[in-house]
């Protein structure tokens, strides 16, 4: 997961991306970067941080052109060289790209461009497009169709080069991928929440395997590999999404309350409360109050100027932000019995401090209730930590709400999230994480 917005036709598209970056941050802290477009000069700027670190007005300023490309990275490199977007000398025009996913056959790729003694200037997958984008003869349509037809598994993309902003999803549509409009200026974006920050109108999804060309004389869409069953990550709507962004047709806040108005029905319990572990439990659990008629409360507090907790790589350095992030409020909790709802269990470090927490505030019993299914399996193209360190991966329900302590624990089904959706299990949606 990471954040692409990409401006095309603006004298402030730096600014204009600048800005679309720091609406998506949430899909990457890592790091992040901007590469504009005059017509002749490809200025870049990339660094390690938040947007607010890696940016300053000075350094915007610097990046001219009515084009720009930028980029939030979740990378696990921690070296500013693999944050992207990557910048390339290639023929006359330049190239640089900015891609959030992975591809499945990058190692083997790697391997064989390694071998006919090709340099790497980084450890992304997305440097593969560069070496077979260059192997190719004709422009950079040609080329980026070309490097499409080879490579496999989830991406969003967007390539800039002097003349022109290409954008594409891969053909199951994995990672979203929006259009907008500003006047005469065109942006995409992950999340139309980008779209919001800058004014800019939401037109539509760019479709799975569309590629859509952006150039002085409008817009061209093409599609490269014809039409495969879609396959959407359907954990957008569990967590990774911004609540107020449109994702696969839909507001992300609508869908979440749904899906806890559907727990509220698959699992009800008689307590006094529903509290939410903000931010990412608050839609889930206004649905679940709403749906049983119990009080929603606040009981749980953010700090918000803590990353979340799960960026972090060790786990001694995530067991003391899950602290410093949430407090538990004794006037509220004291004496009653607790629902707290969260959108997701990944390793039940964060969720049994939680139950710690509220109980250490005086909660008289703490039932658990999640917005989504057990999540079991790692993910096939990266989304979420591997199998191994997924609690529900190996351990029953039970086994998971005696580890987090709780009184109960419950999970939304996979069905009833289906019901929620209005969708059926063959709607379109990947959820392999929620498989064993
Ligand atoms: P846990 O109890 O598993 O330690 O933490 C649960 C919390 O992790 C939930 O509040 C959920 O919002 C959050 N979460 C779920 N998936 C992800 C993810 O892929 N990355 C991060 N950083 N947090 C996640
Ligand atoms: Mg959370």
């Not at 917005?371 to 999540?375: A, D, H, I, N, R």
């Not at 096939?380 to 930590?385: A, D, E, R, V």
């Given at each position: 997961m990471s954040g692409l917005v990409g401006v095309y036709g603006h004298p402030e598209a730096a600014n204009l991306v600048y800005l679309g970056l720091y609406a998506l941050q949430h899909r990457g802290q890592m790091g992040a970067g901007i590469v504009a477009s005059d017509g002749q000069r490809m200025p870049w700027h990339r660094g390690l941080g938040l947007v607010s670190d890696v940016f300053d007005r000075e350094i915007i300023q610097q990046l001219k052109g009515a084009s720009a490309i930028g980029h939030n990275s979740n990378s696990?490199?921690?070296?500013?060289?693999?944050?992207?977007?990557l910048v390339f000398e290639l023929g006359e025009d330049g190239l640089a790209i900015a891609h959030s996913g992975n591809f499945t056959n990058a190692s083997e790729l790697r391997r064989q461009y390694g071998e006919k003694g090709a340099i790497f200037q980084s450890r992304t997958d997305t440097e593969i497009l560069a070496h077979l984008m260059a192997g190719y003869r004709g422009g950079i349509v040609d080329q980026v169709k070309h490097a499409l037809s080879v490579v496999r598994g989830a991406y969003s993309l967007l390539f800039l080069n002097r003349t022109s902003m290409i954008a594409t999803r891969d053909p199951h549509g994995f990672r979203p991928l929006v259009l907008g409009r500003m006047h005469e200026a065109t942006i995409v974006a992950s999340e139309t929440c980008a779209l919001d920050l800058v004014g800019a109108e939401y037109v539509r999804e760019i479709e799975p395997g569309e590629v859509l060309v952006v150039t002085k004389d409008g817009l061209q869409s093409f599609y490269v590999?014809?039409?495969?069953?879609s396959t959407r990550c359907i954990f957008e709507y569990v967590y990774?999404?911004?609540?107020?962004s449109i994702v696969y047709g839909r507001n992300v806040y609508q869908v979440r309350k749904e899906f806890g108005r559907q727990l509220a029905r698959e699992h009800p319990v008689d307590a006094d409360i529903v509290v939410p572990v903000p931010d990412s439990g608050v839609p889930a659990a206004l649905g679940y109050a709403e749906q049983s008629g119990l009080p929603l409360e606040f009981g749980l507090v953010r700090n918000?100027?803590?990353?979340?907790?799960?960026?972090?790589?060790h786990d001694a350095i995530r067991h003391f932000g899950a602290k410093v992030k949430l407090n538990a409020q004794r006037e509220v909790l004291a004496g009653k019995s607790v629902v707290v709802v969260d959108d997701s269990i990944v390793r039940g470090t964060t969720s049994r401090k939680i139950v710690t927490m509220l109980r250490a505030a005086g909660a008289k019993a703490v039932h658990m209730r999640i917005?989504?299914?057990?999540?079991k399996c790692g993910c096939?193209?990266?989304?979420?930590?591997n199998s191994n360190e997924l609690i529900a991966s190996n351990k029953s329900t039970e086994t998971i709400r005696d580890f987090i302590a709780a009184d109960s624990l419950a999970y939304l089904s996979e069905l009833g999230m289906y019901a929620a959706l209005k969708a059926d299990e063959c709607s379109g949606f990947c959820s392999t994480c929620f498989m064993q």
């Open positions: 696990s490199h921690e070296l500013a060289q693999n944050m992207q977007p590999v014809s039409a495969h069953p990774f999404a911004r609540p107020d918000h100027y803590v990353w979340r907790t799960l960026i972090e790589p917005g989504s299914p057990p999540t096939y193209h990266g989304n979420t930590p």
